[in-house]
Nanobody
Framework: QVQLAESGGGSVQAGGSLRLSCAAS????????MGWFRQAPGKEREAVAT????????YYADSVKGRFTISQTNAKNMLYLQMNSLKPEDTAMYYC?????????????????GGQGTQVTVSS
């Protein structure tokens, strides 16, 4: 079974940068999509950035377009999220996720999430 482990969160001031990493293991096929989701206190979990199964398409939430960049290794054993120009509203627990289905936009319908998540806190 696929296991996901996030790292790289922290506390930064507005305008700063962070890079999140996700280590994936336990899979026998690379035919899955991956992405980053986040959940702020009192809010629903939302997709931040995801990639399609082939990796050729990527989806970004409107709120992070132009600031965040998702990338992954060809073997899909590592997934990254480079976050620049961070804003206080980016504060949330960030989760790495994987799924078997993605649409033409590159939106990954995640069915598996990292267990721990990594906290990102942006102060003004």
């Amino acid at each position: 079974q696929v296991q996901l482990a996030e790292s790289g969160g922290g506390s930064v001031q507005a305008g700063g940068s962070l890079r999140l990493s996700c280590a994936a293991s336990g899979y026998t096929s690379t035919r899955f999509c991956m992405g980053w989701f986040r959940q702020a206190p009192g809010k629903e979990r939302e997709a931040v950035a995801t990639t399609s199964i082939t990796g050729r398409s990527t989806y970004y939430a409107d709120s992070v377009k132009g600031r965040f960049t998702i990338s992954q290794t060809n073997a899909k054993n590592m997934l990254y999220l480079q976050m620049n120009s961070l804003k206080p509203e980016d504060t949330a627990m960030y989760y790495c996720a994987a799924g078997l289905h993605a649409d033409v936009r590159g939106y990954c319908y995640a069915s598996l999430y990292g267990g721990q998540g990594t906290q990102v806190t942006v102060s003004s």
